[in-house]
């Protein structure tokens, strides 16, 4: 079952955040810095093992490839970050084009077919507004999601206030 | 040989709103521009024209990256990408480089 999403049509007063991080790769970096940081509180302290129980390489934050095989890197925010949050758990962020009237985002969990675990998958435009529930969405992973099912009822109430199902 | 243990391997997927269909290689060889284009046009036509056309701006993104994967000689696993349709909540077309190298120029 994937799970819930959100996209607030009542709300039109937030602002865009890293709004042209898909055009200058400054931008970019500093972007993926604030999920790093944002991210960090909420991490187990055994997530070097797990990524490497998992065979991947040395660097837990950075899950999935996402530079070409003639090493140039994508910059397109698909993923914009990922990383191990816990030793069966995973993240992964889509941060798409910031171009929406009203806040979007969605989010579900999936089984990872690459090994054991499962991850939290989060879409995204950033702004002052998303970035709130995305924080509750990761900590709420990171920390008391014993598995998907809470997970989705999480997502569900988190959403719940201003979906538009 | 099972599939786990061929050496390229991936898949494309067509997801969300109930819908769950893929499309999966698994080979010696890496996978090339033209099978991989092959391969989401196949998983493209198992949709329903509804369910196609929902997806149609996220399957001219992912054709676009595996294009522009071939230009830069492809890419490695681990790759997931997921190219969602705009305001839903979940619909949307995935691609997932397991293991391997896959999009690869046809010169390669």
Known sequence: MKNTAVLDKNTTQFKFLFQNFLEDKRIYVFNQNYWKKTVKPFLQKNIKPAAAENNIAEDPHNIYNTAFADGQKMYDGNPIFSTFVSQNKTLRIVQEEPESEHPAITAWTEKSDFDNRKELVIVLELSDLTKKIAARLIEHWAKDATDEKSMAAFIDSVFSQNTDK | ?108
């Open chain 2, 1 to 108: 040989m099972s599939s786990e243990k061929l050496k390229h391997r991936g898949r494309f997927q067509a997801q969300g709103g109930g819908l769950e269909e893929s499309e999966n290689w698994a080979q010696e060889e890496p996978l090339s521009l033209k099978s991989a284009l092959s391969l989401l046009l196949k998983l493209k036509n198992k949709l329903s024209p509804t369910e196609r056309t929902e997806r149609e701006k996220s399957f001219i993104k992912a054709d676009k990256f595996i294009k522009t994967a071939a230009t830069n000689g492809g890419v490695f696993a681990r790759i997931s990408r997921t190219f969602l349709v705009k305001g839903s909540r979940d619909k949307r077309v995935d691609i997932e480089v397991l293991s391997g190298k896959a999009f690869t120029p046809e010169n390669d």
